[in-house]
């Protein structure tokens, strides 16, 4: 009786050991992989994203963020995600223009009314992102996942700036993508390409005499080191794009995918409303910091970089984007 005890015991103990392994050999791991700064809002809702999924799945499927570069430049990254390496990323729509290029007509400058005016845009299942959507799914096998708000690009340089004219010869940074390029000449300035993981030290040796990007990411990346003032030039009000590898989507159970799909919506509005909070804050921090922020009321005009910026990028881009511009203004 004690020998049959003990085999029922050993047999348990086994059928237990086969079941944690059949549960381990089920978990998926997923790559995400992003540009930003961990403590970044963009970088927080990476981090938020990984532990609501693995929540919501109950750790049947878990993500490995790897954020500020790790796993590449942004161009490789998107890359990544089309080929596979990776399964999520997020970008600027321009970014992700690079893989579908319609996508770079949501990074206009002075698109859009206001960021809520953006956001209905940026929805993924508006008119404007449901096509793009499906052009991005056929042309690379990427599938448009979430979006969030990811602030308003703002500049800054090693000097004051308050007309195009002051930037004549300064080289300012531009994301290496068609429309940001524009946006930059557009100022005035020389647009001079440079990933984000090489931008802090750009500035430092002064090979750019400035660089645009949300104050969140200014204060994240600890821009204020190297630049002087901050110029509220408020050129493009821009939503991040999360996207999802097409065929790691499709291994997913319907039960995971829907899973996955609340921790993204949860996600998403958190991060909005986030960077919304913040852009006054980071503002002032900047300041505090030792940045010198000039408005309006410090003498900056805006309206003239808004008439040059807008005639730059209407000359390059009208022809190519023209039909998604329509689409956008339908949008109110």
């Known amino acids: 009786m004690r020998k049959l005890v003990c085999l029922i015991g050993v047999m348990a103990l086994a059928f237990g050991v086969l079941v944690l392994q059949e549960a381990a050999a089920q978990t998926v791991t997923l790559r995400y992989a992003h540009m930003n700064a961990p403590s970044s809002i963009a970088g927080q809702q990476a981090a938020m994203l990984a532990k609501a999924i693995e929540e919501k799945t109950k750790g049947a499927v878990k993500v490995n963020v790897f954020p500020a570069s790790q796993l590449g430049t942004l161009q490789e990254q998107a890359e990544a995600v089309s080929s ?58 990427v599938r448009v996942f979430y979006t969030f708000y ?60 400035g660089q645009e990007n949300p104050v969140d990411t200014i204060f994240a990346n600890k821009f204020y080191e190297t630049q002087s003032h901050l ?16 065929a790691a989507w499709k291994k997913l159970s319907p039960a995971l995918q829907g899973q996955i799909m609340e921790a993204a919506n949860e996600v998403s509005k958190k991060a909005t409303q986030m960077t919304k909070e913040s852009d006054a804050s980071y503002t002032k921090q900047l300041a505090d910091k030792g940045m010198k922020v000039i408005g309006p009321k410090e003498g900056l005009d805006i309206n003239a970089f808004q008439t040059r910026v807008q005639g730059e990028v209407s000359k390059r881009f009208d022809t190519k984007f023209g039909e998604v511009y329509k689409e956008i203004r339908a949008i109110q």
């Not at 729509?93 to 206001?114: H, Q, R, V």
């Not at 930059?184 to 500035?203: H, R």
């Not at 493009?236 to 999360?242: D, Q």
């Open 231 to 246: 110029m509220l030039t408020g050129h493009i009000k821009g939503a991040e794009l999360v996207v999802f590898n097409d």
């Open 150 to 209: 990811f602030g308003t690009r703002q500049l800054t340089a090693d000097r004051q700036v308050l007309s195009p004219k002051d930037l004549q010869g300064v080289k300012i940074r531009a994301i290496p993508f068609p429309i940001y390029m524009a946006a930059v000449e557009g100022m005035g300035a020389v647009a001079t390409p440079v990933d984000f993981a090489e931008l802090p030290t750009q500035l430092a040796t002064k090979a750019v005499n």
């Open 84 to 141: 596979g390496s990776v399964q999520l990323h997020h970008n600027t729509m321009a970014g992700i223009g690079s893989l579908y290029e319609p996508f770079g007509a949501l990074d206009t400058p002075f698109m859009y009314k206001d960021v809520d005016h953006l956001m209905r845009v940026a929805d993924p299942n508006s008119p404007v992102m449901k096509k793009l959507g499906e052009g991005l799914l056929k042309a690379r096998g």
